[in-house]
Nanobody, 124 residues
């Protein structure tokens, strides 16, 4: 299974970016997709996750109300819409695929496929 993340770039504070993650997995519809991020000098941390069936979503507290995760099952793609970006959102964003228990879907170790990451830089 391959995951291809795209959409990163440089944006000013308050701006928006849309990240996409395409997967080759033809069973995509039955997995949880998530985004994690790693800022310089910090550990990788959870950003958002979406599950099928049900379309349930989960967000880290620091992105609630600003980021939205969605998925296009026909295109095997998960989208992370990021609005009102802040300098502290600067990080490498990586998408991941797995089948964790929903209660543990924010745990990095429970995802077994990862994309290569895309850099998001928010200038102050």
């Amino acid at each position: 299974v391959q995951l291809q993340a795209s959409g990163g770039g440089l944006v000013e504070t308050g701006g928006s970016l849309t990240l996409s993650c395409a997967t080759s997995d033809d069973t995509f519809s039955y997995h949880t997709m998530a985004w994690f991020r790693q800022a310089p000098g910090k550990e990788r941390g959870f950003v958002a996750a979406i599950r099928r069936p049900g379309g349930y979503t989960k967000y880290a507290d620091f992105v609630k109300g600003r980021f939205t995760i969605s998925r296009d099952n026909l295109k095997n793609t998960v989208i992370l819409q990021m609005n009102n970006l802040k300098p502290e959102d600067t990080a490498i964003y990586s998408c991941a695929l797995g089948r964790p228990a929903w209660s543990a879907s924010d745990r990095t170790a429970l995802y077994y496929y990862w994309g290569q990451g895309t850099l998001v830089t928010v200038s102050s």
